[in-house]
């Protein structure tokens, strides 16, 4: 079965990140829907070019349910230092739960208790995850 959506907290969401957005408070923003929050974090070194150092949150857990887990209404944002307090503001304002996860940090992805990978293979994988499919090698 998959997941059940509270429309009106997908929309105080959406409405978050656009505010956050125009305000310039976010970094990057990347949702959760397709490969739940490790491919979003994933996702998210690769296209930085950086990696980052998370620990997951009370309630998530590091097996395949809450790691690849494609709950709707999840985002993974970036932002600087400096406007964290302001961004938890926002979120409060908006009654969107905010949850630091970590920080953008060296050249791995370390999701604690759970995967440390080298960006440069999380981007080669990624980059020939078709290849058997498509015939190639």
Request: net charge negative.
């Amino acid at each position: 079965r998959p997941p059940s959506i509270d429309l009106a907290m997908e929309a105080r969401l959406q409405r978050l990140l656009v505010a956050a957005a125009r305000e310039g408070l976010l970094s990057s923003a990347h949702d959760c829907a397709e490969g739940g929050l490790a491919v979003a974090l994933s996702e998210c070194c690769i296209l930085g070019g950086r990696g980052a150092r998370v620990k997951l949150p009370e309630g998530v857990t590091a097996d395949p349910a809450g790691l690849f887990g494609e709950d709707p209404t999840r985002v993974v944002v970036s932002y600087t230092p400096y406007v964290a307090e302001l961004l938890r503001l926002r979120a409060e304002g908006f009654g969107v739960p905010f949850t630091p996860l970590g920080a953008v940090d060296g050249g791995a992805l370390v999701i604690e208790g759970a995967l440390e990978a080298p960006v440069a293979e999380l981007a080669a994988r990624h980059a020939s995850a078709l290849d058997p499919i498509a015939g190639r090698h």
